[in-house]
């Protein structure tokens, strides 16, 4: 059972937990964590959420997931990451892109998604062989490029989660400068 750390809509620690469905139940702030694992050919990780999944089932995405309660933020996706593919990143390798502020209604559930998005990057020299997907969370993996993300934005392909993100344009503009050190 998740426990979250309840925030305020400035996103600080209010000192109040809740479980994570009485926070998505009742649209709680809380924090989310999520990474762009880019390969040494400036390919992109990205993984199908397990079928069972409440949200976004069936739909390829980055990895992250929740913030527990007491956890940072840094800590939380590293954890996901091990958790989710079977890898631990370490922690001076991860870099923070920003810090994003969303409300998500969730089509078709009870849920309210009020989180605080830390989106992080990190280079990867791993193939897809490498990877030990938790199955109860993903269901399979994938590297693609920048210019698949860009067409799939292009066709609001509802098969990735990431064509509804606002903020994609300066992610992928974060992206492409982190291709041309590889």
């Known amino acids: 059972m998740e426990i979250l750390d309840i925030l305020d809509e400035q996103g600080n620690i209010t000192g109040k937990t809740e479980k994570r469905a009485i926070v998505h139940e009742k ?98 020299d791993y193939k897809l062989k490498d990877y030990t997907i938790d199955t109860e969370e993903v269901s399979d993996i994938k590297y693609i490029t920048i210019e698949e993300i860009k067409k799939a934005i292009e066709n609001k392909d509802e098969n990735y989660t990431f064509t509804r993100n606002k903020n994609m344009n300066e992610i992928i503009k974060f992206l492409e400068n982190k291709r041309k050190d590889i």
Do not use: C
């Open 27 to 124: 649209g709680l702030w809380h924090t989310h964590v999520g990474i762009w694992l880019m390969n040494k050919k400036g390919e992109l990780l990205f993984q199908k959420r397990a079928e069972t999944k409440k949200v976004n089932p069936n739909k390829w995405t980055r990895t992250g997931g929740h913030v527990d309660s007491g956890e940072t933020p840094l800590h939380a996706i590293q954890r996901e990451t091990e958790e989710e593919i079977g890898v631990k990143i370490p922690l001076d390798e991860i870099e923070l892109i920003d810090i994003k502020k969303e409300e998500i209604n969730i089509p078709n559930t009870e849920i309210i998604n009020r989180h605080f998005v830390y989106n992080y990057f990190a280079k990867v």
